[in-house]
Each structure stands twice: as structure tokens, then as C-alpha cells.
């Protein structure tokens, strides 16, 4: 399976060319295929922050490559540039609260700057290091992939219908996906029959990119209004969720896209299991439980306004972007580094212990 879902990498939303960080512009897919360039950790945090590159594990590996981008310049300044370049860690980690990868990125590249040996290139170091992180990724989606996979052969085998948020695959990691990746994985075993993909408001991520992605491989996808879900899941045959997650903490809950709860409410009620699909660098064992979590909330004018125009009367709205699903709604978390089955915090804590498996 490994080679054939190789073969189906076929979007790429980070491409770090000839010291530049190119980034494909999310904010007009599919309508348009633009590319960003950032040469600097401004440009990069502006992006993070306006939504040119999204998903929690892109997020991560795009600051990254930020802190290479700044350290050029720092370094040029000459003086005490490392100290200097705190200030720019400072503005990567201000971009965006709730995925907790961007601060993982931006450790171990701090990390990796403390370790620097006395007459290394630091500039190279942190370019190898950012580069890793990125492959890395790319590695974890494909053990993440097979053990989905393998899941879903061992509970139910055949012509499954799933039903997936918000867009986990290529544009939102460093290789094709989390949830999707698994999506992606029981595809091609000839275990999907289709896809339901919710629209994702008020940014529209799963009709304009998880959709988008499905259809140019040839995987059959349904798109459907949120609040459909739960009609969906009591008529169509859906047998898993499939989700990725922005930050799990300590006890297995998981932040993710608004709307995550209430697919796992729904899940659960209908008998339909719930799975979610994360790299270990989402992965918060800081954090006890997911109301220690900041949950970003953004502009009212994402609800107020359709194309520009302001929708009516002067109220307000409520705009939050991520919520918690509890860990006893989840029936599975999936990592690079193994499966946990209905999460609490010693399982957690086991996992964390465990090396990547490939
Ligand atoms: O606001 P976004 O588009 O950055 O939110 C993305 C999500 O919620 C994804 O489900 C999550 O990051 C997992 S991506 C592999």
C-alpha cells in the first residue's frame, strides 16, 4: 500500500526551493492554484495567520521554516542574533492558538539551536532540522495511513461509507494526510465506497479542499451542509468519522475543527465509530484535559458577511473555530507512533513513551 499511496501524492502545499518558503494560496482554491513566496518570518506568520497555509501539522512545519527564513536575516544583522531571534519566535507563536504543532515546530527548532556545536553553520543546521520536520510528517502520515487501514479491515472489511471534517489530507500536512491519509489508504485497499465530506463553514475547507482533493484522485465524495451530518450518518450507512485533531491533550481530548463535537455526539448515538487521526507533534501532554486548551475565535464578519456583503440586521456573532470533543466520544486515536483505543490519560501517557513504529 505503502508505493501506491506514494504514487497518489499528488498536491503539494509547501515547497522550501533555493531558500524560499512557497506556499499554495488556500485562501482561493480550487478556483485558483497561486503560490505565495515568503522570504522572511514576517511573510511566513502573515500567511499562518490569514490562512494561506492551514491544518495543524502545515502550520507547524510552515513556521519552521520561518525560524530558517529568520535566522538569515538575524544572522546578517550580525551582534548577538540569537538573542534577536526571539522576537521572531515570538511572532510565529502568535499566529494561531489552538495548534499546538506550531509550538512544537518552533521547540524543536530552539532546541536544535541550543545543540549548535561550536564551529557548525547554523544556518545550515536549521534549514536540515526544518527539512526533517517536514519529512517527518510526510513518514508519520504513512504509518498513520496503515494503521487506519488496518483498523478499519479488522471492524467492518468492505464498501464503507465515511464521513470526514473540516480537510485533513496534502494541503493541511507534509505529505497526503491525516484523516484523509487514512481515507486515502482504505481507498485504494477497496474499502470506501464514498466519501461525506462536510462543508466546513464558515471557511469552507472541506467543499473547497478536502472535496477538491477526493475528486482529482477519482475517490467518490459527497459534500453535504454540517448540519447534515446527523441525517447522514442515520441514513446513508456511515460507518466510521474520520477526523484529524489540532491539539490532544494529556487525557485524550481532542481540539479540532467547530463541528467535531457534535459529529461525535451524533456518532455515538447512531453506533457509527469515531476515529481520529494525528501526528504525536499534535500531541499536548502539558495540557490536562481540554478545557486548559485556548480555542481560537475568529472575526464575526466570517458569519456576517457572504462575498463582502453584510448579511442584515446590526448583531453580533459567535465565531469560535475549534471545539473539544471529550475522549470518551473517541473510539480510537491513531499516531505514528501506535493506536489508542477509547483514550484516557494512562494510555496517553503510554503512547508518548513509545518511538515512532516506522
Ligand atoms: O482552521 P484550519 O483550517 O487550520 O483547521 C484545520 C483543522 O481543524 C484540521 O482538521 C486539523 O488541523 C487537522 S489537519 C491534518
Avoid at 524543536?108 to 545550515?124: G, I, N, T, V
Amino acid at each position: 500500500m505503502r508505493d501506491r499511496l506514494l504514487a497518489a501524492e499528488k498536491v503539494k502545499a509547501i515547497d522550501w526551493r533555493d531558500g524560499t518558503l512557497y506556499l499554495l494560496d488556500q485562501r482561493v482554491l480550487p478556483f485558483e492554484q497561486t503560490w505565495i513566496a515568503c522570504t522572511s518570518a514576517a511573510g511566513v506568520a502573515e500567511a499562518i495567520r490569514s490562512m494561506v497555509v492551514r491544518g495543524a501539522p502545515a502550520i507547524g512545519i510552515s513556521a519552521a521554516y520561518g525560524v530558517v527564513l529568520a535566522a538569515r536575516a538575524r544572522f546578517a544583522e550580525g551582534g548577538h542574533w540569537q538573542e534577536a531571534l526571539e522576537e521572531d519566535f515570538a511572532q510565529l507563536a502568535a499566529t494561531r492558538p489552538t495548534a499546538v504543532n506550531l509550538s512544537w515546530a518552533l521547540g524543536r527548532m530552539r532546541e536544535r539551536l541550543a545543540r549548535l556545536k561550536k564551529h557548525a553553520d547554523p544556518l545550515s543546521v536549521l534549514e536540515a532540522e526544518a527539512l526533517a520536520i517536514h519529512e517527518s510528517d510526510r513518514e508519520a502520515n504513512l504509518t498513520m495511513a496503515q494503521l487506519g487501514v488496518d483498523l478499519i479491515r479488522k471492524h467492518q472489511g468492505n464498501a464503507q461509507a465515511i464521513l470526514t471534517h473540516c480537510n485533513t489530507g496534502a494541503l493541511a500536512t507534509g505529505g497526503f494526510g491525516t484523516a484523509l491519509g487514512v481515507i486515502r489508504g482504505a481507498f485504494i485497499e477497496g474499502m470506501v465506497e464514498r466519501v461525506y465530506a462536510g462543508e466546513t463553514r464558515p471557511w469552507l475547507q472541506g467543499s473547497r479542499l478536502t472535496a477538491w482533493e477526493l475528486a482529482n484522485e477519482g475517490i467518490p465524495v459527497t459534500l453535504s451542509a454540517d448540519s447534515a451530518a446527523a441525517h447522514i450518518m442515520k441514513t446513508k450507512g456511515v460507518t466510521w468519522v474520520i477526523v484529524g485533531a489540532d491539539r490532544i491533550t494529556a487525557n485524550g481530548d481532542v481540539a479540532n475543527k467547530i463541528g467535531t463535537y457534535q459529529l461525535a455526539v451524533n456518532a455515538m448515538h447512531h453506533g457509527v465509530r469515531f476515529m481520529v487521526v494525528a501526528p504525536s507533534s499534535t500531541i499536548d501532554m502539558d495540557l490536562a484535559s481540554g478545557d486548559d486548551i485556548v480555542l481560537e475565535e475568529r472575526d464575526e464578519r466570517e458569519l456576517l458577511e457572504v462575498g463582502g456583503q453584510r448579511l442584515g440586521a446590526d448583531i453580533d456573532a459567535f465565531n469560535p473555530v475549534f471545539d473539544v470533543t471529550p475522549a470518551d466520544l473517541i473510539d480510537v486515536i491513531v499516531t505514528e507512533k501506535g493506536i489508542v483505543e477509547r483514550p484516557d490519560t494512562a494510555k496517553m501517557a503510554q503512547l508518548m513513551c513509545r518511538k515512532r513504529l516506522h
